[in-house]
């Protein structure tokens, strides 16, 4: 078997190689198409000046270009670079600058806005139909000696202030989460799994061909986020398993509720635990007759932590039980560990006992200066506050860097927005700190209103359930909340926009 993400297409390829590997809006292939198809892009990537440890910079929609790309890079011992479609300019520029690709994938309109960062760092733009082209002319690439420890790709994350950082990981980090995944929840080609939320993010690409492959399932890549795309892309290709984030749910059981026949070849849905209320998983049980499956995970992990087990066990609040190749315990700000159900920040290391012992590893580090720097040691810090139970159920609390010090008293925006979200007529809400000359900080909250409630209501809900000093004190109302590409409320700028809402 080749090492690697090289050799996880290769057990298919021996037992079903004629099986549908992935699917996308373009059309289909099996295994055996999507290996030669990658070698194609490999060799084609060569051609174009990508080589191993460089830089390949992708900002494509999902389809069956991304997955190709993506397997031909990983073939050549290349470092894969994920930039949204949805960014900004600036903010493609700022990426472009800071890991300094070789090569960017991209469509005509974006190479033509990022010109000027693509030629301050020496690189060139191709689109998916020159990759094409160039796959359809191309020969062999030559061989790669593949280092499964050696960086792999870079995932800039969102952060809540200041400028993305570029968690780098390996070929071993990148592929652990989809054989854990597999192995624990008894996967095999069944499996059909579709994800809508852009393969740019690497966390997806772990989540969908590197898991799929390790199954022999079907990745099915989704262009659609919208409820009435979802419910197309789940009916006609049958899916059985789907990750969606909690405003495509909300969606689904208010402003467009789809006929449950078209759902019904799902198994599972997934979510991430933090920001789906329990009333909003009542009421997706109630209409489609399925749980929604709480998880944790974060960008440095890679991806997931903790999920709740297949079947019906859930603990209310909870994300899911930690998975068997992890080790997470909580620690104090002094930095000493503390016991199980202390609360503290949450921790991750490798498994010490079982199967799984010792085969996790930290990411390799941040991506600075043209190289990896800051490599972490275990336990690796999350950022994260939270409590791991002694039957291994995490819940989390919040995220430590959000925390609002309000005349001493420290205040998780998490708890706040968990009481807003209960609230009907609450699409979405972002709880944060405000500037305060005698108390510090001041709690302030943003909330993306489905109906007439009145900022009162809320505020007496906040009362009813929050100590006095939680209650927010400043208000505003928005048509929506910014949000990242995985649906998380993206926290900088927060501030203007409450002074704009006229609180």
Same mark, same amino acid.
């Given at each position: ?71 031909? /890079? ?68 030559? +061989? ?38 597999? /192995? +624990? ?13 852009? #393969? ?70 997934? +979510? ?13 049980? *109630? ?57 503290? *920040? ?47 159920? #995490? ?58 409630? *009145? ?11 929050? /100590? ?36």
């Amino acid at each position: 078997m080749r090492a690697g993400i090289p050799g996880v297409l290769d057990a298919a390829l021996r037992d079903r190689p004629e099986a549908t590997a992935v699917i996308g809006r373009s059309g289909s292939l099996s295994y055996v198409e999507l290996d030669a198809r990658a070698d194609a892009a490999a060799a084609a990537l060569w051609d174009l000046g990508l080589r191993p440890g460089a830089r390949l910079a992708a900002t494509l929609p999902n389809d069956l270009d991304v997955v190709v790309a993506f397997h031909g /890079a990983m073939r050549l011992g290349a470092i894969w670079v994920g930039i949204g479609e949805a960014l900004a300019a600036p903010e493609k520029h700022h990426l472009i600058r800071d890991c300094e690709p070789s090569l960017m994938l991209a469509s005509p309109s974006v190479i033509e806005d990022c010109g000027a960062a693509l030629a301050a760092v020496g690189a060139h733009g191709k689109s998916a139909e020159d990759l094409r082209t160039a796959m359809s002319a191309a020969g062999s690439a030559p +061989s790669a000696e593949i280092d499964p420890d050696a960086p792999a790709g870079i995932a800039y994350t969102s952060g809540t202030t200041g400028v993305p950082k570029g968690i780098v990981h390996s070929q071993h980090n990148l592929l652990l989460p989809g054989e854990v995944l597999v /192995a +624990s929840r008894g996967w095999g080609p069944a499996l059909r799994k579709g994800d809508c939320l852009p #393969l740019t993010i690497l966390n997806l690409m772990v989540l969908t061909t590197l898991l799929t492959a390790q199954a022999q399932g079907c990745c099915i890549v989704m262009d659609r986020r919208d409820a009435d795309g979802i419910a197309e892309w789940i009916e006609r290709e049958q899916v059985t398993h789907w990750n969606g984030v909690p405003a495509q749910l909300h969606d689904l059981v208010t402003i467009k509720q789809v006929d449950p026949a078209r759902l019904a070849s799902l198994q599972e849905v997934w +979510s991430g635990g933090g920001d789906c209320p329990d009333a909003l998983r009542e009421r997706f049980a *109630e209409v489609y007759g399925l749980p929604i499956r709480s998880t944790y995970g974060l960008t440095e992990a890679p991806t997931v932590v903790s999920i709740d087990p297949v079947g019906g066990e859930r603990r209310p609040g909870a994300s899911g039980r930690v998975l068997p190749h992890l080790w997470v315990q909580t620690r104090r700000d002094d930095g000493t560990m503390l016991p199980r159900d202390a609360e503290g *920040e949450l921790c991750l290391s490798a498994r010490a006992d079982g199967e799984w012992a010792g085969r996790w590893t930290p990411y390799l580090g941040v991506w600075r200066d043209g190289g990896v720097v800051d490599a972490p040691t275990q336990p690796v810090a999350t950022g994260d506050y939270g409590v791991v139970d002694s039957e291994g159920w #995490l819940t989390v609390l919040d995220r430590i860097k959000l925390l609002i010090v309000r005349g001493g008293a420290n205040i998780y925006p998490a708890e706040v927005e968990r009481v807003l979200l209960a609230q009907e007529g609450v699409a979405g809400v972002a709880v944060f700190g405000v500037p305060d000359e005698r108390l510090g900080e001041r709690v302030a909250a943003l909330v993306e209103l489905q109906s007439d409630i *009145e900022i009162d209501t809320l505020a007496a809900s906040c009362r009813d359930q929050l /100590a006095d000093y939680k209650v927010p004190e400043r208000w505003g109302v928005v048509d929506k909340l910014p949000r990242n590409a995985m649906g998380k409320v993206v926290r900088t700028g927060l501030v203007d926009l409450l002074e704009e809402s006229g609180s």
